[in-house]
């Protein structure tokens, strides 16, 4: 089961970066990336955390439990396929709202779809990276037009 989501979330990701970066940026496809991408990874990860949480699903550590407070209860719950998925889910989600963010900043900040598609590859790629790269570009651009946004 946990290969299949895990797989699932890949596809519905890739599918998603691939339309922001490639695609005319239509109000409608980005509402789609928003609420069709994002939202499903979301869906997903509240899914699999509230399974998680309340040991509906497999995931926590040796004896089941799940600890958020030490880095050795996060380990064991990332050491599982429940908890590997859902936290690669969780980084699916938020990496392609910033990715969606960048785009629409880019966009309203006049930032060429050249100058933004290795900034979002890299925030696909790795997401607060491309983010503190985005953040670092657009500084100059966002004092200039008078506001800060």
């Known amino acids: 089961?946990?290969?299949?989501?895990?797989?699932?979330?890949n596809i519905l990701a890739m599918l998603m970066w691939?339309?922001?970066i490639l695609l005319p940026r239509w109000p409608a496809l980005l509402a789609a990336i928003l609420?069709?991408?994002?939202?499903l990874?979301?869906?997903?990860?509240?899914?699999?955390?509230?399974g998680l949480l309340t040991g509906t699903l497999d995931g926590g550590?040796?004896?089941?439990?799940v600890d958020f407070t030490t880095i050795e209860g996060v380990r064991s719950i990332f050491a599982?396929?429940?908890?590997?998925?859902?936290?690669w889910l969780h980084y699916l989600a938020f990496d392609l709202f910033v990715g969606i963010w960048i785009a629409r900043d880019g966009d309203d900040k006049g930032f060429s779809r050249l100058v933004q598609a290795p900034i979002l590859l890299t925030t696909f790629l790795a997401g607060p990276l491309g983010l503190l790269i985005w953040l670092a570009l657009r500084e100059n651009r966002a004092r200039s037009k008078g506001r800060w946004q």
């Open 1 to 9: 089961m946990w290969q299949t989501v895990f797989g699932a979330g």
């Open 18 to 20: 691939v339309a922001l």
């Open 35 to 39: 609420y069709l991408g994002v939202g």
């Open 41 to 50: 990874l979301c869906l997903g990860y509240a899914c699999g955390i509230i």
């Open 61 to 65: 550590g040796p004896d089941g439990t």
């Open 80 to 87: 599982s396929d429940g908890g590997a998925t859902i936290g």
